[in-house]
C-alpha cells in the first residue's frame, strides 16, 4: 500500500501517485532531475509532475525526460527552469515526450530543438512560405526570385547525402513544431486545442514546402551531372493529389502527385527533374506517389497539359475525376499548375453526366470495401465500414454532381465541403454536424497513431491490446470514467462514431434533392430538373423521371402538407434507394400520402418520429400487401416506433380484443366488417414486424392463425345469434363447434392461406339431430358468406372440402355422424388429415370431445399395416404428378415441390399414424413439434428432423415472402430479378446479396430434406 495514488498522513509521497506504475524507477529518474527529494517533489516541479501525469504514456514521458537530460548535458539547468515556469513550453514539450517516441528520438539526437516549442520564441507555427524558406536554408539553396524548379527558382547548395541529412533533419523538426502544437492541450488543458482541419492543413503545408525544396536539390543534382536546368529550362508543373491536394494530410503518407510539363520538348527534361525530386524527397521525407497520373504507373511519369487533357477526354474512368477533385498546383512552374487546374476542372464537374456512372460508382465501392481483410473489417479506420474512406466517398460523390451548379462546394478539403453541403442544403446541418464531428474523431485517432512511431498505419487495436488502446485513448484526450477505464471508453466512441458515419454515409446520396425537387426558393442552390434526374438515377431508381413526378406531385403548392414533404423526401428518397424496388416504394408513398392526405398526425409523425420514416420506407420498398393494408389501417404507423406492441403483443390478447371489439354490434354484416378491420389492422401489424425481423417464424404462424380463429370465433357468435333471432326458436337448438384441419389446425397459417375446418353439431334440450343440423346448417352458411364477401384485404375463405364425402357431404354433421361415417367409410387420406384436428372456436367442449373420438380412427391400434402405407405413398405419388400446376418448377415450388411442405408434413403425418398409438408425445398438430418429438422418440435422427424443420420453416417463410412482395398469394420463388431480391430482403439476406446465393441457399435446403424424405417416407 506504500505506492498508493495518493501519500497518508505523515507519510512520504510516492510516484505513484501521479501514474508511474514502476515507482521506483520514475523515482530514482525524478532525483536525478532535481524534482525529488527524500520528503517527495519539489515545490517548483509540482506542475511538471501533473503534466507528466496527463501524458499519453506518463512512464515514457518521463523516461524521455531523463534521456532528454542526458542528451542537453549542462543545459538541464535551464530546460527544467524552463518546464517549471513556462506553461506552453511544458503542454508542447511533455505531449510530445508522452506521445511519440520517433519524435522523441530526435530531440535526443539534437537536443537544441527544445528551445523551438519556448513560449517566447513566438508561435511555433509558421507558413507555407516560411515553412519553405526553412527547408531551402537547411541546403542552402541560394536566392531565387521563382519558385524552386523553376528556371529563376533557388538552387540547393548541397547534395547528395548531405542534402538529405539536413532535409531530414529539418523537416523532423517541423514535424515536432506541428506536433507540439497538436498535443499541448492534452497535457495542459488551459492552452487551446487545435483542430484537426488545422493540423491537417499544417503537415499539407511542411509537405508542399518539403517538395519545394526537393525539387531545388534536385535542380543541383542534374547540373552536378551535366544537366543545366537553368540554362535550358524545362517547365514543370508538380499537382498536389490526394490528402495533400485537400489540406488534409497524416503524419505519415505518401504523397500523391501528378506532374505536367508545358510542351513536348520540356517533357525529357522535366521527366529527369520529377525523378529526382522524388528519389530525394523519398530518402528525406516520405515516399512520392505519382500513380494517379493518366494509366497509372504503366504511364509516362510526365505528360503535357495536351496529353493530360486528351487522356481524360478519351479514356479516364470515373475514379480518375474524383481523384482530380483534390488536384492543386503545388510546386514548380505557377502558371503552368494553375493553367492545369482551370483545364481539368470542367472535365470533373461534367463526370457525372458520363455513361454508366452509378455503377461505375457502385463498383467503387465494392472495391473500396473489399480491400480490407474480413477479419480487420471492423478496426480499419481508413477503408472499413464506417471509416474514413466512407466520409470521403460519399461528400466527392456529393460535389462530382452538384458541384457544376454550386461552386461552394469545389472545395478539395473534406471538411470544407461538408460544411459546404450542409450550409447549402444538400445535407441537413445536423447530419453534415454529425459526420464532420465522427470524420475529426477518426481523423484525430489516425494521427494519433502515427504519431506515437511516425509509422503509417490506419488499424485501430484490438481489444486484447489493452495498453495500446490506454495510450490512445489518453493520446486523444480521453479519460476513464465511472468504472469504465479509458480504453473502454475509447472504443464505445470508435464504435459509435464509425456507426454514426456508415448511417450518414448512405444518407447523403439524396440530400440534394430537398431544394432542387422541392422547389424550395434560396439563393444559394436551384438545382435544374435534370440534375434532380442525374442524382435519382445516382441513387438507383430505374425510372428517375417518373420518380420526379411523384416527388412533384407531393411538394406542389404553397400548403403546410407539401411543406412538411418537402423536408421529409430527401431522408425518404435515401431510404427507398436502399431498397429493393426504390420506384415501386415512391409510388406506394405517393398513394399512401394521398390516401391520408386528411389524417392530421400522419406526416407529424413522420417528421417527429424518425424510426417510423426509416421502417415505413423499408416496407414500401419491399412490399406490396404493406402499402394496400396501410391506407386502411393507418393507425398501425404509430407501432413503427414502438418495437414491443408492433413484434411482442401477445396473440391470446389480440383474439378477446377482436371478440369483445365484434360482440358489440348485433347486426352481422356490421360484426363482421368489424372483424375485418381488426384482422387488417393485425394482419399490417404482422407483416410490419415480419418484414422488420422482428418476430420469429413460428411465432408469425401462430399469430396469423390466431387471428384467423378470433375472426372465425366472432363470425360464429353474432351468426348464431342471427339466425336464432331470424327463425324464432325460443332457444338455439344446437352446440356448434369448429374443428381447425390442415395448417389452421396447427397454428401454422401464411399470410394467404384459407382456413380447412369441419363444423361439429349437437343438439341442445329437446331439439332433434334434424333440428339441430338444419339450424347449423344455416348458421355455417352465413358464416361463410360473411367472411368470403368480395374485399381488398387477403381473402377469408373457410374452406370445409375435408368433410366427410368431400363437396357432396353435409355441411354439418352431428358427432355421432361424423363417428359413423369415419368407422364405417373413411379412407386412409381421410384419417391422415383428421391428424391435425383440433378445436379452435364454438363449443370448445364438443370440440374436445369430437378430438378424443377420432383418436382411434387417426392414432390406430397397432399403427398402419403395409397395404395403407403404400395407399398413401401411392397418393403422395399421385399429388405430386397431378398436383403441381403446369410450368412450374418442382425445385422451387414451396408447396410442392422436392423437400418443400407436402414432403416435410406427409413424411411426418405418416409416422404419427405408424406410431401415435404408442406414443403420445406424436399426437400433436403442429409440425415443428411433432418433428422434435419424432427426434426424441429415436423415430428420426436428430440431424434429419432438423434438416426437416429447417426445409419446412424455409418455405413457409418464402410463401409468406412471396406474398408480402407481390400482395397476392404465389407457392413458386419468383423468377424475376427485383421480385426475388425483395423476397430475399423478406426473408432478411442483407442489401446487395446475389440472388443466385438465395436460390442457392434454398435448392441446399430443400435438397438435403428431400433426400430425409426419400428415406423416412419411401423407405427408399
Not at 473489417?377 to 481508413?382: I, P, Q
Not at 464509425?498 to 434560396?522: D, G, I
Not at 339431430?769 to 360473411?786: G, H, I, P
Amino acid at each position: 500500500m506504500a505506492n498508493s495514488g495518493s501519500a497518508r498522513s505523515g507519510s512520504v509521497p510516492s510516484p505513484a501517485r501521479y501514474g508511474f506504475s514502476d515507482a521506483a524507477r520514475a523515482e530514482g529518474q525524478l532525483r536525478a532531475a532535481g524534482w525529488w527529494t527524500d520528503s517527495g517533489p519539489t515545490s517548483a516541479a509540482e506542475p511538471v509532475l501533473a503534466a507528466l501525469s496527463r501524458a499519453a504514456d506518463p512512464e515514457l514521458a518521463l523516461h524521455s525526460v531523463d534521456r532528454l537530460r542526458e542528451a542537453v548535458g549542462d543545459e538541464w539547468d535551464e530546460l527544467s527552469e524552463d518546464l517549471t515556469t513556462d506553461f506552453g513550453l511544458r503542454g508542447r514539450l511533455v505531449g510530445v515526450l508522452g506521445a511519440s517516441r520517433a519524435l522523441v528520438d530526435h530531440l535526443v539526437a539534437r537536443p537544441d530543438h527544445w528551445r523551438r516549442l519556448r513560449s517566447d520564441d513566438g508561435s511555433p507555427l509558421k507558413s507555407l512560405d516560411e515553412y519553405t524558406a526553412v527547408l531551402l536554408e537547411a541546403v542552402e539553396a541560394g536566392d531565387g526570385s521563382g519558385p524552386p524548379g523553376t528556371a529563376d527558382g533557388p538552387v540547393a547548395g548541397l547534395r547528395g547525402q548531405d542534402a538529405v541529412s539536413a532535409l531530414r533533419a529539418a523537416y523532423r523538426a517541423l514535424l515536432l513544431d506541428v506536433a507540439a502544437a497538436d498535443l499541448a492541450s492534452v497535457v495542459e488543458p488551459e492552452l487551446p486545442a487545435m483542430a484537426y482541419e488545422d493540423i491537417a492543413a499544417l503537415l499539407s503545408d511542411v509537405a508542399v514546402a518539403a517538395l519545394r525544396a526537393a525539387l531545388s536539390v534536385a535542380v543541383a543534382e542534374l547540373a552536378h551531372t551535366g544537366v543545366d536546368l537553368t540554362e535550358e529550362p524545362a517547365r514543370l508543373a508538380v499537382i498536389a493529389m490526394g490528402k495533400c491536394g485537400g489540406h488534409e494530410l497524416n503524419y505519415v503518407s505518401d504523397v500523391d502527385v501528378v506532374f505536367v510539363a508545358d510542351d513536348e520538348k520540356d517533357v525529357a527534361g522535366a521527366t529527369r527533374l520529377a525523378s529526382m525530386m522524388m528519389r530525394i524527397a523519398g530518402a528525406s521525407f516520405f515516399e512520392v506517389d505519382a500513380a494517379l497520373r493518366p494509366e497509372g504507373k504503366a504511364g509516362a511519369l510526365v505528360r503535357t497539359l495536351d496529353g493530360h487533357l486528351n487522356y481524360y477526354r478519351r479514356w479516364a474512368r470515373t475514379w480518375e475525376f474524383q481523384a482530380l477533385l483534390k488536384a492543386r498546383p503545388v510546386a514548380g512552374d505557377v502558371d503552368l499548375g494553375q493553367r492545369y487546374l482551370e483545364a481539368v476542372q470542367p472535365l470533373v464537374w461534367t463526370a457525372s453526366e458520363r455513361e454508366g456512372f452509378v455503377s461505375d460508382v457502385q463498383s467503387m465501392r465494392r472495391r473500396v470495401e473489399d480491400h480490407v481483410p474480413a477479419e480487420l473489417s471492423d478496426r480499419e479506420l481508413k477503408l472499413g465500414r464506417g471509416g474514413l474512406r466512407d466520409v470521403e466517398f460519399a461528400v466527392q460523390l456529393l460535389q462530382m454532381v452538384h458541384g457544376r451548379g454550386d461552386d461552394t462546394l469545389r472545395t478539395p478539403t473534406t471538411v470544407d465541403a461538408l460544411r459546404a453541403l450542409g450550409e447549402g442544403g444538400y445535407v441537413a446541418r445536423s447530419d453534415a454536424a454529425d459526420l464532420m464531428d465522427s470524420y475529426r474523431f477518426l481523423r484525430g485517432l489516425e494521427h494519433r497513431l502515427q504519431l506515437r512511431r511516425l509509422r503509417r498505419t490506419h488499424l485501430f487495436p484490438a481489444t486484447e491490446e489493452a495498453e495500446e488502446l490506454h495510450f490512445l485513448a489518453r493520446s486523444a484526450g480521453l479519460r476513464s470514467s465511472g468504472r469504465s477505464s479509458a480504453g473502454s471508453v475509447l472504443v464505445a466512441e470508435f464504435r459509435r462514431h464509425s456507426n454514426r458515419v456508415r448511417r450518414l454515409h448512405e444518407k447523403l446520396f439524396y440530400r440534394p434533392l430537398l431544394e432542387a425537387v422541392a422547389k424550395v426558393p434560396t439563393e444559394a442552390l436551384r438545382l435544374t430538373t435534370g440534375a434532380a434526374v442525374e442524382r435519382l438515377a445516382a441513387l438507383g431508381y430505374s425510372s428517375p423521371e417518373g420518380a420526379l413526378r411523384h416527388i412533384e406531385a407531393l411538394t406542389s403548392g404553397m400548403s403546410r402538407r407539401a411543406s412538411i414533404q418537402g423536408a421529409l423526401l430527401p431522408m425518404l428518397l435515401d431510404l427507398l434507394a436502399n431498397t429493393p424496388d426504390p420506384d415501386g416504394g415512391l409510388l406506394a408513398y405517393r398513394k399512401v400520402s394521398e390516401a391520408l392526405a386528411e389524417t392530421p398526425w400522419y406526416l407529424r409523425l413522420l417528421r417527429d418520429e424518425g424510426v417510423v420514416a426509416e421502417r415505413l420506407a423499408l416496407l414500401l420498398g419491399m412490399s406490396k400487401l404493406v402499402p394496400e393494408l396501410l391506407v386502411r389501417a393507418p393507425e398501425v404507423l404509430r407501432l413503427l416506433s414502438d418495437t414491443p406492441a408492433l413484434a411482442e403483443r401477445d396473440p391470446g390478447e389480440v383474439a378477446q380484443s377482436l371478440r369483445s371489439a365484434v360482440g358489440r354490434y348485433s347486426e352481422p354484416e356490421r360484426a363482421v366488417a368489424a372483424a375485418r378491420s381488426l384482422r387488417r389492422h393485425e394482419l399490417l401489424r404482422i407483416a410490419c414486424a415480419d418484414l422488420l425481423g422482428l418476430m420469429e417464424p413460428t411465432s408469425v404462424f401462430r399469430a396469423l392463425s390466431s387471428v384467423w380463429v378470433a375472426v372465425l370465433e366472432a363470425a360464429l357468435d353474432v351468426s348464431v345469434r342471427s339466425v336464432g333471432a331470424r327463425q324464432e326458436w325460443d332457444s338455439v337448438p344446437a352446440r356448434i363447434a369448429v374443428i381447425g384441419m390442415g395448417r389452421l389446425g396447427g397454428a401454422e397459417l401464411g399470410y394467404g392461406s384459407d382456413a380447412d375446418v369441419l363444423f361439429v353439431c349437437e343438439p341442445v334440450d329437446d331439439a332433434d339431430d334434424t333440428t339441430a343440423v338444419k339450424f347449423s346448417t344455416a348458421v355455417v352458411e352465413q358464416v361463410r358468406r360473411l367472411l368470403g364477401s368480395p374485399s381488398q384485404d387477403p381473402p377469408l375463405e373457410v374452406d370445409i372440402d375435408l368433410r366427410p364425402e368431400g363437396k357432396r357431404g353435409p355441411v354439418v354433421r352431428t358427432l355421432d355422424s361424423y363417428l359413423n361415417y369415419y368407422r364405417r367409410w373413411s379412407e386412409v387420406w381421410e384419417a391422415q388429415a383428421l391428424l391435425r384436428a383440433r378445436p379452435v372456436a364454438g363449443d370448445l367442449d364438443l370440440g374436445e370431445r369430437f378430438c378424443r373420438a377420432i383418436d382411434p380412427m387417426r392414432y390406430p391400434e397397432g399403427g398402419l399395416d403395409e397395404v395403407k402405407i403404400r395407399e398413401i405413398r401411392r397418393i403422395k405419388a399421385r399429388v405430386d404428378s397431378e398436383r403441381l400446376p403446369r410450368g412450374a418448377d418442382p425445385a422451387t415450388h414451396t408447396k410442392l415441390g422436392r423437400g418443400g411442405l407436402a414432403d416435410v408434413e406427409w413424411t411426418l403425418q405418416l409416422l404419427q399414424l405408424r406410431f401415435g398409438h404408442e406414443h403420445e408425445e406424436l399426437r400433436t398438430t403442429s409440425t415443428v413439434d411433432g418433428l422434435a418429438a419424432a427426434a426424441r422418440l429415436g423415430l428420426l435422427e436428430q440431424e434429419q428432423a432438423d434438416e426437416l424443420t429447417e426445409a419446412w420453416t424455409l418455405a413457409m417463410r418464402a410463401r409468406n415472402a412471396v406474398m408480402l412482395v407481390r400482395g397476392k398469394s404465389g407457392d413458386q420463388l419468383p423468377k424475376q430479378t427485383r421480385e426475388l431480391v425483395a423476397v430475399a430482403a423478406a426473408l432478411g439476406y442483407p442489401a446487395g446479396v446475389d440472388t443466385g446465393e438465395v436460390v442457392d441457399d434454398y435448392l441446399r435446403v430443400t435438397r438435403h430434406a428431400r433426400t430425409v424424405v426419400e428415406h423416412v417416407f419411401y423407405e427408399n
